[in-house]
Structure formats: structure tokens, C-alpha cells
């Protein structure tokens, strides 16, 4: 059975840091490209960070270039997002997500599998 879980969302204070998880099951991480979105109320789903398939290339929304660091161990099936100077407008659920494409790694169209995602609030 195939399955994204994310996971250390949490309320934190604007500044502050999280660091978000990302574990699969039933594939093997090393065959995807690993992307991390976020929704927040009444906002379009948007890209965050993606990671190829070797963490040597990553990439990053505009929003956060700085700011969160994507990164990945395959032999632990496991995708890291370390969220450093958090801001409130930072505040939403943030989804791991994962494809075996190679369309644009920034456009959720062509993800194979989503996790339900995990809550980030950042208060001010």
C-alpha cells in the first residue's frame, strides 16, 4: 500500500523554526523527484521546495529562497523540510508529494502520490 505520511507541523512564533517530514511507503523514494506545497485558507495550492532525485539539485518557491532547506535519504525513504525565520504568512498545510515524471518539479499537475498533509500555523 502506498503512502506519504508528512509530519511536524505545529504552531510556532514568527522567527521560529520547524522541521518538516516527509516518510513513504510501499515505493522506493530513490526512483522519485520529491516535491513539498502548501495551501493556505482560500489560496491556490503552491510549490515550496522540490528535490531531484540526488539532493544535488533542489529548488525553491521565491517566497521562501533563504529561508527553508529541502533534503532528502533515500536509504530512509525520508524528505526533510527545515523552515528557518518563519513568518506568519508562512501559515498553511503543507503537502509532501511525490513523481516518477519529468515535467516541471514546481507544477503539481503529474505528482503520483500526495500526503494529507500537516498544519503549520505561525503566529505574530
Known amino acids: 500500500q502506498v503512502q506519504v505520511v508528512e509530519s511536524g507541523g505545529g504552531l510556532v512564533q514568527a522567527g521560529g523554526s520547524l522541521r518538516l517530514s516527509c516518510t513513504v511507503s510501499g515505493f522506493t523514494i530513490n526512483n522519485y523527484r520529491v516535491g513539498w506545497f502548501r495551501e493556505a485558507p482560500g489560496k491556490e495550492r503552491e510549490f515550496v521546495a522540490g528535490?531531484?532525485?540526488?539532493?544535488?539539485?533542489?529548488y525553491y518557491g521565491d517566497s521562501v529562497k533563504g529561508r527553508f532547506t529541502i533534503s532528502r535519504d533515500n536509504a530512509k525513504n525520508l524528505v526533510v523540510l527545515q523552515m528557518n525565520s518563519l513568518k506568519p504568512e508562512d501559515t498553511a498545510v503543507y503537502y509532501c508529494?511525490?513523481?516518477?515524471?519529468?515535467?516541471?518539479?514546481?507544477?503539481?499537475?503529474?505528482?503520483?502520490?500526495w500526503g494529507h498533509g500537516t498544519l503549520v500555523t505561525v503566529s505574530s
Open positions: 508529494a511525490a513523481t516518477s515524471g519529468v515535467g516541471h518539479i514546481k507544477s503539481k499537475v503529474g505528482y503520483n502520490y
Open positions: 528535490v531531484e532525485w540526488s539532493d544535488a539539485y533542489t
